[in-house]
Antibody
């Protein structure tokens, strides 16, 4: 079965950096696009970024453009999110999510999430 | 960006009830819609894609309908494990956008 396991969350000061990882198993990772979606405490879901199955194209929410970078290593079945210049409003649980196809499309599976706290 | 509006934002229902949640898109999204369930403290779980197709393993008590801008999620014979927050998301275009959520609580 599909498994997505995030890691790398923690507490960081405003302006700091953090790198999240998502280890994927149970499906052919290199055939599917992948997303990061976040959820601020007590709030709804917010799409952050998407990368195509082969890493050839990536897309970002305006709120993170220029600060966050999504990447993937298909040889390691791992998705990454490099987060720089972090702000207090970036605080929340970050979910790795599998796309239903190679280009963007429906999210069909979610990881358990990793908590990022940006605070001084 | 495509705006997704859900209603109601919360509702109270009893075990055995049938409930309906609606999601409206700010523009035509064909049937590019997913329904998601999230229980407190847990990760989201996708239930339905393409507006009406059940994800593998999701019970048939969940059903979705709609096309264009108006969509509904219906849950039949509500059970204790169904009390959760439900979200919709569109995938017609990026950025993916989500509805604000509909919390189903026990009456």
């Amino acid at each position: 079965q599909v498994q997505l396991v995030e890691s790398g969350g923690g507490v960081v000061q405003p302006g700091g950096s953090l790198r999240l990882s998502c280890a994927a198993s149970g499906f052919t990772f290199s055939s599917y696009g992948m997303h990061w979606v976040r959820q601020a405490p007590g709030k709804g879901l917010e799409w952050v970024t998407f990368v195509r199955y082969d890493g050839s194209n990536d897309y970002y929410a305006d709120s993170v453009k220029g600060r966050f970078t999504i990447s993937r290593d298909n040889s390691k079945n791992t998705l990454y999110l490099q987060m720089n210049s972090l702000r207090v409003e970036d605080t929340g649980v970050y979910y790795c999510a599998k796309n239903g196809r190679s280009a963007w499309g429906p999210i069909d599976h979610w990881g358990q999430g990793t908590l990022v706290t940006v605070s001084s | 960006d495509i705006q997704m509006t859900q209603s109601p934002s919360s509702l109270s229902a009893s075990v055995g009830d049938r409930v309906t949640i609606t999601c409206r898109a700010s523009q035509d999204i064909h049937n590019y819609l997913v329904w998601i369930q999230q229980k407190p403290g847990q990760a989201p779980k996708s239930l339905i894609f393409a507006a009406s197709s059940l994800q593998s393993g999701v019970p048939s008590k969940f059903s979705g309908s709609g096309y264009g801008t108006d969509f509904t999620l219906t849950i039949s014979n509500l059970q204790p494990e169904d009390f959760a927050t439900y979200y919709c998301h569109q995938y017609k275009s990026l950025p993916l956008t989500f509805g604000g959520g509909s919390k189903v609580e026990i009456k």
